[in-house]
């Protein structure tokens, strides 16, 4: 099978340090922090001390992941000073949680449906509204943007591995998502990567574990291929039971 | 008795812009959004706002916040109105959102 769209693959951005400004004012397990690096930019902090190295591990792997797969993710760094060791995510102006009430006139399906694909892969079962922005645009659309993988259980290989191939169950996920009609981008999304083999993988697998500082590199890949083997057949089983839900 | 919430959109967490995009009023179990009046902000933003405000006009109460409405949003305490006042809304209008238009 040839991969439809090549896999992008760059390393994670290096942050050596940062400037903290306040706490993000919503109920997170990891505690945010609105952060300005040396640059100016403006960053959403989650320390490694807060939310643990297997976070840490998801964060960076869920994001490369995305970034290789084209699901819509903000900018993404590790700021590598040792006093903070923190997963950087882009802030994100203008932007709220995904609503039922309010997600209309999206402007990204296609790209917005790959996140059920990509959930389904590194079995993230946190896609509440909380995890799931819309960025509005000045024509009075928005883009549904994902953030957060810190509880996705590829940051535990030993555990997923164990688990076997199963689906992410939607007891937590956003009310209203995906809508209706979007099954089918869902699926093109989980084709695309399952085209990713272990050869476009490993490069991904091995920055985020030298991020997280991951010993178990090989069990990382070998559970995130099978995963990415089975990509379509987790989609379809994971938007069954959202179906089921409904 | 009545009691009141003024809302306001984070333009810039980083700096702590902010702009008072509305005011809750909770009457007999109910919860009336009055929305300021139509603050200057960058389409975009205008557009982040008119979503947030659906998402209050869903609510039934004062407090918490819809989840919906994300972290650009925050809220002043929940006051109690003056208990003379035979319109709530009329006065949280008069005295409040035109003052901060």
Wanted: proline share 9%; aromatic share 6%.
């Amino acid at each position: 099978m040839t991969p439809q769209v090549p896999p992008r693959y760059s390393p994670i951005r290096r942050v050596t340090s940062i400037v903290r400004l306040g706490r993000v004012p919503v109920p997170h397990t990891n505690e945010a922090t609105y952060v300005l690096d040396g640059e100016g930019r403006r960053w959403v902090a989650k320390r490694e001390a807060d939310m643990g190295c297997e976070a840490l591990l998801a964060e960076a792997l869920t994001w490369l992941l995305a970034r290789a797969g084209g699901v819509p993710v903000p900018d993404g760094a590790f700021c590598d000073d040792p006093q903070e060791r923190a997963w950087l995510s882009a802030w994100m102006p203008d932007a709220k949680h995904w609503s039922a009430d309010s997600a209309d006139r999206i402007t990204n399906p296609e790209e917005a449906a790959a996140i059920l694909a990509l959930d389904a892969i590194v079995l993230n079962e946190a896609r509440h509204g909380g995890n799931l922005l819309l960025v509005s645009d000045a024509r009075g659309g928005s883009a549904a943007v994902a953030i957060d993988a810190d509880e996705a259980r590829i940051g535990h290989p030993a555990d997923l591995k164990a688990a076997g191939l199963i689906p992410p169950n939607p007891y937590l996920l956003a009310r209203g998502f995906p809508p209706p009609g979007w099954r089918p981008f869902a699926r093109a999304a989980a084709e695309r990567f399952a085209c990713l083999g272990e050869a476009e993988l490993a490069p991904l697998v091995d920055e985020a574990c030298a991020i997280a500082r991951e010993p178990a590199r090989d069990l990382v890949l070998e559970v995130l291929t099978a995963r990415c083997r089975a990509a379509v057949s987790l989609t379809e089983s994971a938007l069954d039971l959202v179906e089921a839900r409904r | 008795m009545n009691a009141m919430r003024l809302v306001y959109y984070v333009i810039d967490p980083y700096t702590d812009e902010r702009t008072l995009i509305a005011a809750l009023i909770g009457q007999a179990g109910a919860v009336q959004v009055l929305r300021a009046p139509a603050p200057r902000l960058a389409p975009a933003a205008r557009a982040n706002v008119e979503r947030i405000l659906r998402d209050l006009e869903a609510t039934q109460v004062l407090d918490p916040l819809p989840f919906g409405v994300g972290a650009q949003v925050v809220a002043g305490p929940v006051t109690a109105l003056p208990a003379t006042l035979t319109d709530a809304p009329a006065w949280v209008r008069e005295v409040l959102l035109r003052s901060a238009a």
